[in-house]
Every structure is written in C-alpha cells, then in structure tokens.
C-alpha cells in the first residue's frame, strides 16, 4: 500500500493534462491529485495508473479513465454534505474521489466478486460510503431517496426512470446513455415532473448491467 514522491509526480502530471484537457474544478483536481489511483489497480499495471487511459479490473469491468472521472464528477458540481447515488461502484476510484470531495456516498456494485473486494479496500484505504450494497442499479435506492446528485458509471442503453425519481427538485444525474458508444448526458430536476437534459459528447463504457430477475 504504498504511495511514494514518484506516485504523487506523477498524479501532479495527471492533474496538468486533465486541466489542458478543460477540467477547470480545482476541488475536483485536488481530488484526483491525493488519490492513489495505482492502489486501485493491478499491481501489473502500476506503472500505467497515472495515464489517461481506463484499465481493466476484476469482473470483466474497467477503471474508468481519469479525464471521465473528472468530467462525469464536474457536472455533479458536488457540495460538501450532498447526498449521492453512484450506480457502478466498480474499483472505487469515482466513490473515492466523491468521498474526497466531502460527499455523503450511497453506491451500488452488480458484480458481488467487485463489490466484496471494493467494499473491503476502500475501508482499508479511509473512504467511507455512507452506504455501500451489492444490487440492481437500474432500481436506484428507494430506501435511501430522495439524493442530492446521481451519477451512472456504467452505459446506460436507456435512462432508469428510478433515478430521475429518486432525485431532489434541484438535483442532478450525470449518465453515460447509449448501446456501443455513450453520448454524457445531465439531468437537472426543475420540479416534480420537469427536468432540463444537456448533452456533452461521446464516451466509452462497460454496459450497465440490468438484473432481470
């Protein structure tokens, strides 16, 4: 578990190319400078941690590339004490940087081999979700609504109508929307039925997967 000056360089240089990439929320910056990426990582691509590239993970799913993580986390525009619904907790490098962000993180992980190691690694490395569950991410947290902010990790091939509705009036989903490729897609909730969509490109993400059962 270690995380030494040569790490923290290289973290610093992540940081500059994501800020020419047009990252501008230094919160978020600082975020991805103090988190170790290359623990959440294969220790056999260690050396690539601080690249700008997503890498795989257990369970057939990837770490997500940091600009991604960076992007998807400014929409947010997170709130120290916001309440926050992370569909896909994959590594846990996107709860990490919510949590870092001071962000009360409620997650969902559909793979149980992912969720077990994750929910055990970010307790061993300090990051508390305030609640961390193996489910299905298309049904949101019911128990838990209504959140501050939602984010998708995952690409959705449809937007889940529960996690418009588990939203505050004010509230904001940031979701990956697509089959082979993802357009980023904002949701802002104006009112009980109402809700503003902005779009922001094309990315690439592992499917989110749906528990038919």
Same mark, same amino acid.
């Given at each position: 578990?270690?995380?030494?000056?040569?790490?923290?360089?290289?973290?610093?240089?992540?940081?500059?190319?994501?800020?020419?990439?047009?990252?501008?929320?230094?919160?978020?910056?600082? $975020?991805?400078? %103090?988190?170790?990426?290359?623990?959440?990582?294969?220790? /056999?691509?260690?050396?690539?941690?601080?690249?700008?590239? =997503? !890498?795989?993970? =257990? =369970?057939?799913?990837?770490? /997500?590339?940091?600009?991604?993580? =960076?992007?998807?986390?400014?929409?947010?525009?997170?709130?120290?004490?916001?309440?926050?619904?992370?569909?896909?907790?994959?590594?846990?490098?996107?709860?990490?940087?919510?949590?870092?962000?001071?962000?009360?993180?409620?997650?969902?992980?559909?793979?149980?081999?992912?969720?077990?190691?994750?929910?055990?690694?970010?307790?061993?490395?300090?990051?508390?979700?305030?609640?961390?569950?193996?489910?299905?991410?298309? %049904?949101?947290?019911?128990?838990? %609504?209504?959140?501050?902010?939602?984010?998708?990790?995952?690409? $959705?091939?449809?937007?889940?109508?529960?996690?418009?509705?588990?939203?505050?009036?004010?509230?904001?989903?940031?979701?990956?929307?697509?089959?082979? /490729?993802?357009?980023?897609?904002?949701?802002?909730?104006? /009112?009980?039925?109402?809700?503003?969509?902005?779009?922001?490109?094309? !990315?690439? !993400?592992?499917?989110?997967?749906?528990?038919?059962?």
């Amino acid at each position: 578990m270690k995380d030494n000056f040569r790490h923290q360089g290289k973290r610093q240089h992540l940081v500059e190319i994501l800020r020419e990439k047009g990252i501008t929320d230094e919160k978020v910056l600082a $975020a991805i400078n %103090k988190i170790p990426r290359h623990l959440f990582m294969d220790s /056999s691509f260690e050396d690539h941690a601080y690249q700008d590239k =997503a !890498f795989p993970i =257990a =369970a057939d799913q990837t770490i /997500s590339q940091p600009y991604t993580v =960076a992007f998807q986390t400014q929409l947010l525009e997170v709130k120290r004490g916001d309440e926050i619904l992370e569909i896909g907790t994959g590594s846990g490098y996107q709860t990490a940087v919510l949590c870092e962000l001071g962000a009360r993180v409620y997650s969902i992980e559909r793979q149980q081999e992912l969720y077990k190691k994750t929910k055990l690694f970010l307790n061993k490395i300090g990051y508390r979700p305030k609640y961390l569950t193996f489910g299905d991410g298309y %049904k949101g947290l019911p128990l838990y %609504k209504p959140f501050d902010k939602a984010i998708v990790t995952a690409g $959705a091939p449809y937007v889940p109508n529960p996690l418009l509705a588990q939203l505050k009036v004010g509230g904001r989903l940031v979701i990956p929307v697509g089959t082979d /490729s993802q357009v980023m897609t904002l949701f802002i909730r104006k /009112s009980a039925k109402e809700f503003e969509k902005k779009v922001f490109g094309e !990315f690439r !993400f592992v499917p989110l997967l749906e528990d038919k059962n």
